[in-house]
């Protein structure tokens, strides 16, 4: 069979948006896998993962290899026309494999060795975990890479393990090894004069465990790209397995959103679609702009290609300490929305409701009552719907405005002492998001450093370590015409997470005209700010009860070198001096610093100005007033999500029909309270 450019593509082109969710058969007997099959054709749907947890039913004593089983559960799938998804099942090793070898235990930080009993129980540093995992996963994919059922693969589950142990201690240091050549360089890169931290040897190096005060900024920094590194190296060897005997089936893995123990910026090139788990909190009511944000960085990893939702729950999750259902409504939303953002594909943890075990609680497509029940309706219901859709499969989301993000500068960010752990670099860029989900305004994210060519609004929320190549490409933006605006603690750090010499924000100080010597934590109540004329006038039309804006969080002592200053603290430490400044060089576009966290209104209307300034509007303007309506373009589609609970009217000119509901569309499209209405231009445009 001819290996396609785009193995996924290829994938979605002959199924549709991918729909379905995580299957377990081991938990159920043979006739509940037939009665299974049947609903999931009935709920149209076409595939589902199998296998995840299933290594101490395929070897259930080591050597010993049992796949009768899934032979019948594979045949009675595809007897339905549902496809699978098939994982390799080394996510949660076997018990008698720790029994046998705890050295494929994980350690924790106090040197504590976990136990199975769980799930997740190895380290990936283990020589014994590795080759078991490899020699499962081989036969695994030796049976069924012919199998007609199977149409894509699934690397172990939520790549995220650590381990401080021995065996994770001495691949850490020739990790180190790699990275530094000679134990002097990584004495320099870790500036180990500082309490008397000197290596002579690189033997003598330890992952961070528990110390007795604060770890070595640095070594912690480097641990967590090691960390990243090895299970990156896990993933791929299991990748390579696959692909040498089945060269034609997407690969792939499940991501965690903005999971913070994996760099997903070096794993997304390996592999074959970005998928991703997504479990927003319903009692969140910034949940739905978390969760663009969120689908944008999926969209964004893959490069602008679909990605795929590969877990979401129906209604209730059973992990967080309270655990109130989702409505259908709801679910439904949430999917078409990560669809909206780019997803070809929609699916669930988990099929069927786990009747033991840890999950016993957590909702699934198919509840512990049955068919007959209203998260069922809702399941068939979506089911009906992503085949309406089908038309926005491969669809672009394009994007004029960028937003800079990534691991190694959040890491080093938020290590041990820094002047306030308040100033959280996730809350920040969610922050910078929120105004332009509500404008409806696309935004891609991109790490540091990428080519950002072709987009006319840069956003830099914060980017503690700067390189030099990522200050290059801010300042060709700037160059060649583009907006681009900075907010406070960046610009801090160089790869090693040392503090840059001079003034801050050191490489990024010459494009945006103004530097500082003091990052200074606010008052919990914030610091009142005065706005330039230009400024004023703009927070005046927001808020015309002439409320100054403040700055909450966390101030810097600045002055201008050259920059416009657009607002300056009033009273205590920063009492005069600028907190948001604008240069426009002659030629060039306009550079913006925030040297403080504004309150979420001056926020808004500081890059509601940056973004007119640039030319840059959303999908619909109206949605701008209308607070909780989402709207997005997709392709030729645009959806609106209209995530309140009232029925809302929205005016989207030129009339056309919903994709969802085939109804003809006026001028003024009412979406019902939490609904969702997809206009698809190619599709009952008037006068065409
Ligand atoms: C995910 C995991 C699934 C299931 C789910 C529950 O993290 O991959 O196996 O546990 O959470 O929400």
């Not at 049992?66 to 007897?79: C, I, R, S």
């Not at 014994?128 to 012919?146: C, E």
Request: hydrophobic share 45%.
């Amino acid at each position: 069979m001819a290996v396609p450019a785009d193995r996924f593509a290829a994938l979605t082109h002959d199924l549709g948006i991918l729909y379905g969710g995580d299957y377990n058969p081991e938990q159920w007997t043979p006739d509940v896998w037939r009665e299974d099959a049947r609903l999931m054709r009935e709920a149209g749907v076409n595939l589902v993962t199998v296998g995840v947890f299933s290594w101490a039913r395929y070897e259930p004593a080591p050597g010993v290899r049992d796949f009768a089983w899934l032979d019948e559960v594979l045949d009675v799938l595809h007897a339905q026309g549902v496809a699978v998804d098939l994982a390799t099942p080394t996510a949660s090793p076997p018990a008698w494999l720790g029994h046998r070898h705890p050295d494929t235990l994980p350690v924790d930080a106090d040197g504590v060795r976990l136990v199975a009993g769980s799930r997740n129980h190895f380290s990936p540093a283990s020589s014994v975990y590795r080759d078991s995992a490899l020699a499962v996963t081989r036969d695994l994919v030796a049976r069924y890479a012919g199998h007609a059922a199977v149409r894509m693969w699934h690397v172990g589950n939520e790549f995220g393990q650590v381990c401080f142990g021995d065996e994770s201690a001495a691949r850490f240091r020739v990790w180190l090894q790699e990275r530094y050549g000679s134990i002097g360089a990584l004495n320099e890169a870790w500036g180990t004069t500082v309490w008397s931290q000197h290596y002579g040897a690189f033997e003598e190096i330890l992952p961070p465990r528990r110390t007795v005060y604060h770890v070595n900024p640095t070594q912690a920094l480097d641990f967590r790209r090691y960390s990243s590194d090895l299970l990156l190296e896990l993933y791929r060897e299991q990748r390579d397995l696959i692909r040498a005997v089945d060269p034609v089936r997407p690969v792939t893995t499940n991501f965690m959103g903005f999971f913070p123990l994996v760099d997903y910026w070096s794993w997304a090139p390996e592999l074959d679609v970005v998928a991703d788990d997504q479990y927003p909190d319903p009692t969140d009511p910034w949940a739905p702009a978390d969760s663009g944000l969120v689908q944008d960085l999926m969209r964004s990893l893959g490069d602008g290609r679909p990605w795929m939702l590969m877990e979401q729950a129906t209604a209730a999750v059973s992990w967080r300490a309270h655990n109130p259902p989702k409505s259908p409504e709801r679910a439904r939303r949430e999917s078409l929305q990560a669809v909206a953002r780019g997803a070809d594909g929609v699916c669930f943890f988990q099929w069927r409701a786990s009747r033991a075990g840890a999950e016993r609680f957590h909702s699934a497509m198919l509840p512990h009552a049955g068919a007959d029940t209203r998260v069922h309706a809702g399941v068939r219901r979506l089911g009906a719907d992503l085949h309406r859709l089908r038309s926005v499969v491969g669809g672009r989301v394009e994007a004029r405005v960028v937003m800079l993000f990534d691991w190694a500068s959040w890491w080093a960010a938020e290590e041990q002492a820094r002047p306030t752990v308040r100033l959280g670099v996730l809350d920040q860029l969610r922050a910078w998001y929120r105004p332009l989900w509500q404008a409806g305004v696309a935004v891609d994210l991109a790490a540091p450093g990428a080519d950002l060519d072709g987009y006319d609004v840069v956003l830099v929320p914060q980017s503690y370590l700067v390189t030099k190549t990522a200050a290059r490409r801010v300042e060709d933006a700037v160059d060649r015409g583009a907006s681009v605006v900075v907010g406070p603690f960046s610009g801090v750090a160089d790869e090693n997470a040392h503090v840059r010499q001079g003034r801050f924000p050191a490489l990024l100080r010459d494009v945006l005209g103004v530097s500082g010597e003091e990052w200074v934590p606010l008052p919990h109540a914030g610091v009142e700010l005065r706005l330039a004329a230009p400024l004023q006038a703009l927070l005046d039309a927001a808020c015309p009860d002439g409320s100054p804006g403040r700055a909450t969080t966390f101030g810097e002592l600045l002055r201008s070198d050259g920059a416009e200053v657009l607002a300056t603290f009033v009273g205590g430490h920063l009492d005069g001096g600028p907190a948001l400044t604008r240069r426009v060089p002659p030629g060039g576009g306009q550079a913006w610093y925030l040297g403080c966290v504004p309150d979420e209104q001056l926020l808004g209307r500081v890059l509601g100005e940056v973004l007119d300034g640039a030319g840059v509007g959303g999908v619909l303007p109206a949605v701008a007033d209308l607070p909780g309506v989402e709207a997005v373009r997709r392709g030729t589609a645009t959806f609106v999500l209209n995530h309140t609970d009232l029925p809302v009217s929205v005016p989207v000119p030129g009339a056309r029909t919903d994709l969802l509901t085939g109804a003809r569309c006026g001028d003024l499209v009412e979406v019902p309270a939490g609904g969702v209405v997809v206009l698809d231009d190619r599709v009952g445009t008037a006068g065409r």
